[in-house]
C-alpha cells in the first residue's frame, strides 16, 4: 500500500475504507523495512500505537463518528526534541540520554494526539538542534532517503527522513533557522515555519524568539490541515498569538491572490549559491508566479550578512533549564562541534546580547521596507543541494570559501525577523536529489503562503515519496 496523504488517511480511517490499525501496521512495517538503512527513528512505541488503533476502529465500528477528530487513525512521527507521554526525549545528547519516559505531550503534540492522530515513536535530530545535519554521538548519522550518502537536513532530519520514504504520512519538526524547510529541501517535501507564536510551546525559545514547532508533509493540504490543529493560543505560552481568524484548509481556496506583487532574489545580496540551485529555483519561482497569473516584480533586495546576529541571539536560549554542572562540569559529553559554544556563550554579558539585539532592529526594518513594496519573496531555500550525510555544513560553495552557515543563511533570515516562511519543492540537480523554493510572506500570513503554494502545487505537481529504487 502507498502511504496516504494526511488528509486521504483521515477520510479513509472515518468512512471505513482503511483501519486506524492497518495504517499504523503499514507504517511499522515500513519503518522495519527502511530505518535500518535511514535512522529516520530513534524510538518506536509499537504497542501504544497499535493500542491507540483499536480505540479508533473501535468508534468507527460502532459508528461513534462524533468521537472521531479530523486526524483519527493518522500516524505520526515527534521530532525528538519535542515531550510526548510514554517516550523519552533525549534532545539527540548524552545528557538527556537515557532519561525516563515524559508523562505530559508538548502543547502541538498533545493537539495533534487529541485530534486523533496516534504518535508512533521519536525521529533524529542533531545534539539540541543545532546543525542542518541529522547526526549526533548518540544518536547517529541519519541518512537521505534519495541518496544515502547525502543528509536530509536538520535539525529536523529525522522526521524528513521518516515522511520522504512513507515511514509516517506527516512528522512534527522545529525551526529555529530553516530547521523546518532545509529538511523539505533536501527531501522533496512541504515544510511550513509559522509566525512566532502561532502554535504555543511550553518553555521554548521565549527570549530569543526565533523558533517555532510545526510538521513536514508530503502535500499543501496536509500541511493546512495539521496548522488548523495546532495553532492557537494556550495560557501557559506568553507569546502566543490569538485563534486564527480562519481555517487555513479554507484558506487554500478563499484567499484572494488576484493582485500579488511577488519578488524573486537569489541570494538576498551576500548568499554564495551552488549554480544548479540558483537555475532550479529560479526557474521554479518563474513557474510560481504563473501559476497566479503574476509576474516578478523588479525590486531588489540587498542585504548584509545576518549570519553573526542569528548565531549570537540563538544564545539567548541556550541556559534556560539546563543545569549548571551540565554546562560547566560536562561539556566532554557534547558533540565536540557543539561543546565549544557553550563555553564562549558563558562570557557573554548583557550589553553583548543588547547590541545583537540592535543589529536584529535594524534588520527587521530593512525587511519590513521591502514588504512595502512586494506580498511575497521568493528564494532558494538552500544554497546548496542536501550535502554528506555526516556533515559538516560546507566550508566551500562553488569554489568559494564560505562560514558554516552558508549553505542555510537564506532560510535563517525569517526566524529572524518573524515572517512566516514555507520550503516547496523546486525539482531535482543533475545528481537526482530535491531542492526547495523558499516562499516568504508578511506577518501573521499564513493562509497567503498557504494558498499560493496550493496554486502551484496544483500547476505543477512534485513527487510525494522518495522513489523506493534508492533505500
Same mark, same amino acid.
Given at each position: 500500500?502507498?502511504? =496516504?496523504?494526511?488528509?486521504?488517511?483521515?477520510?479513509m480511517?472515518?468512512?471505513?475504507?482503511?483501519?486506524?490499525?492497518?495504517l499504523?501496521r503499514?507504517?511499522?512495517?515500513a519503518?522495519?523495512?527502511?530505518n535500518?538503512?535511514?535512522?529516520a527513528?530513534?524510538f518506536?512505541?509499537d504497542?501504544?500505537a497499535?493500542a491507540?488503533? #483499536?480505540?479508533?476502529?473501535?468508534?468507527v465500528?460502532?459508528?461513534?463518528l462524533?468521537?472521531? &477528530?479530523?486526524?483519527?487513525?493518522? =500516524?505520526?512521527?515527534?521530532?525528538?526534541?519535542?515531550?510526548?507521554? *510514554?517516550m523519552?526525549?533525549?534532545?539527540?545528547s548524552?545528557?538527556?540520554a537515557?532519561?525516563?519516559?515524559?508523562t505530559?505531550?508538548?502543547?502541538h503534540?498533545?493537539?495533534?494526539?487529541?485530534a486523533?492522530?496516534?504518535?508512533?515513536?521519536?525521529?533524529?535530530t +542533531?545534539?539540541f538542534?543545532?546543525w542542518?545535519?541529522?547526526?549526533?554521538?548518540?544518536?547517529?548519522v541519519?541518512?537521505?532517503?534519495?541518496?544515502?550518502?547525502?543528509?536530509p537536513?536538520?535539525?529536523s532530519? &529525522?522526521?524528513?527522513a521518516a515522511?520522504?520514504?512513507?515511514?509516517?504520512?506527516?512528522?512534527?519538526?522545529?525551526?529555529g533557522g530553516?530547521?523546518?524547510?532545509?529538511?523539505?529541501?533536501?527531501? *522533496?517535501?512541504?515544510?511550513?515555519?509559522n509566525?512566532? &507564536?502561532?502554535? =504555543?510551546t511550553?518553555?521554548d525559545?521565549?527570549?530569543?524568539?526565533n523558533?517555532?514547532v510545526?510538521?513536514?508533509?508530503?502535500t499543501?493540504?496536509?500541511?493546512?490541515l495539521?496548522l488548523d490543529?495546532?495553532?492557537g493560543?494556550?495560557?501557559?505560552?506568553?507569546?502566543?498569538?490569538p485563534?486564527?481568524?480562519?481555517?487555513?484548509?479554507?484558506?487554500l481556496?478563499n484567499?484572494?491572490?488576484s493582485t500579488l506583487?511577488?519578488?524573486w532574489?537569489?541570494?538576498?545580496?551576500f548568499?554564495?549559491?551552488?549554480?544548479d540551485?540558483?537555475?532550479?529555483?529560479?526557474?521554479?519561482a518563474?513557474a510560481?508566479a504563473?501559476?497566479?497569473?503574476?509576474?516578478?516584480?523588479?525590486?531588489?533586495i540587498?542585504?548584509?550578512?545576518?549570519?553573526?546576529?542569528?548565531?549570537a541571539i540563538e544564545g539567548a536560549?541556550?541556559?534556560?533549564?539546563?543545569?549548571?554542572d551540565?554546562?560547566?562540569n560536562?561539556r566532554?559529553?557534547?558533540?565536540?562541534?557543539?561543546a565549544s559554544?557553550?563555553?564562549?556563550?558563558?562570557?557573554?554579558?548583557l550589553?553583548?546580547?543588547?547590541?545583537i539585539?540592535?543589529?536584529? $532592529?535594524?534588520?527587521?526594518? @530593512?525587511?519590513?521596507?521591502?514588504?512595502?513594496?512586494?506580498d511575497?519573496?521568493l528564494?532558494?531555500?538552500?544554497?546548496t543541494?542536501?550535502?554528506?550525510? @555526516? *556533515?559538516?555544513m +560546507?566550508?566551500?560553495i562553488?569554489?568559494?570559501?564560505v562560514?558554516? *552557515?552558508?549553505?542555510?543563511?537564506?532560510?535563517m533570515l #525569517?526566524?529572524?525577523?518573524?515572517?512566516?516562511?514555507?520550503?516547496?519543492?523546486?525539482?531535482?540537480?543533475?545528481s537526482?536529489?530535491?531542492?526547495?523554493?523558499?516562499?516568504? &510572506?508578511?506577518?501573521?500570513r499564513e493562509?497567503?503562503?498557504?494558498a499560493?503554494?496550493? $496554486?502551484? @502545487?496544483?500547476?505543477? =505537481?512534485?513527487?510525494?515519496?522518495?522513489?523506493?529504487?534508492?533505500i
Open positions: 500500500m502507498e502511504m =496516504p496523504s494526511v488528509v486521504d488517511a483521515a477520510r480511517v472515518r468512512s471505513g475504507d482503511l483501519s486506524a490499525t492497518e499504523v503499514e507504517s511499522l512495517d519503518i522495519e523495512r527502511h535500518p538503512a535511514l535512522n527513528f530513534v518506536i512505541d504497542k501504544g497499535l491507540e488503533a #483499536a480505540v479508533v476502529d473501535a468508534a465500528r460502532e459508528h461513534r462524533d468521537d472521531l &477528530g479530523p486526524l483519527a487513525g493518522v =500516524p505520526f512521527g515527534v521530532k525528538d526534541l519535542d515531550d510526548c507521554a *510514554g523519552p526525549t533525549s534532545r539527540g548524552r545528557w538527556f537515557n532519561g525516563p519516559a515524559k505530559a505531550d508538548a502543547i503534540v498533545g493537539r495533534l494526539r487529541n486523533g492522530a496516534i504518535p508512533i515513536g521519536k525521529t533524529a +542533531p545534539e538542534g543545532a542542518a545535519y541529522t547526526a549526533s554521538p548518540l544518536l547517529g541519519t541518512r537521505n532517503p534519495w541518496d544515502l550518502e547525502r543528509t537536513g536538520g535539525s532530519g &529525522g522526521s524528513s515522511v520522504s520514504s512513507a515511514m509516517v504520512p506527516f512528522a512534527t519538526a522545529s525551526d530553516g530547521s523546518i524547510r532545509t529538511p523539505a529541501s533536501f527531501t *522533496g517535501l512541504v515544510g511550513l515555519k509566525s512566532y &507564536g502561532r502554535i =504555543p511550553l518553555g525559545t521565549h527570549l530569543a524568539q523558533s517555532v510545526g510538521s513536514l508533509t508530503t499543501i493540504g496536509d500541511t493546512a495539521l490543529v495546532m495553532a493560543p494556550d495560557s501557559r505560552d506568553r507569546t502566543c498569538l485563534t486564527p481568524t480562519t481555517s487555513y484548509v479554507d484558506a481556496e484567499t484572494d491572490l506583487r511577488i519578488a532574489s537569489r541570494d538576498l545580496g548568499a554564495v549559491l551552488d549554480p540551485v540558483a537555475h532550479l529555483c529560479e526557474e521554479a518563474l510560481f504563473a501559476a497566479l497569473g503574476a509576474t516578478l516584480v523588479d525590486r531588489p540587498v542585504l548584509k550578512d545576518y549570519v553573526r546576529t542569528y548565531a536560549d541556550k541556559f534556560v533549564g539546563v543545569e549548571r551540565l554546562w560547566e560536562r566532554d559529553e557534547l558533540d565536540p562541534r557543539s559554544g557553550w563555553t564562549y556563550l558563558s562570557t557573554k554579558t550589553p553583548w546580547l543588547a547590541s539585539e540592535f543589529d536584529r $532592529r535594524t534588520l527587521v526594518n @530593512e525587511v519590513a521596507a521591502i514588504f512595502d513594496d512586494v511575497l519573496i528564494t532558494p531555500t538552500s544554497s543541494p542536501p550535502f554528506a550525510a @555526516e *556533515g559538516p +560546507p566550508s566551500d562553488n569554489g568559494v570559501e562560514h558554516a *552557515g552558508m549553505s542555510v543563511v537564506l532560510a #525569517a526566524n529572524l525577523v518573524n515572517l512566516p516562511a514555507l520550503s516547496v519543492p523546486a525539482g531535482l540537480t543533475a537526482n536529489v530535491p531542492v526547495g523554493l523558499q516562499v516568504i &510572506g508578511p506577518r501573521f493562509d497567503l503562503l498557504l499560493s503554494a496550493c $496554486r502551484f @502545487e496544483t500547476a505543477r =505537481p512534485w513527487p510525494r515519496h522518495c522513489p523506493a529504487r534508492t
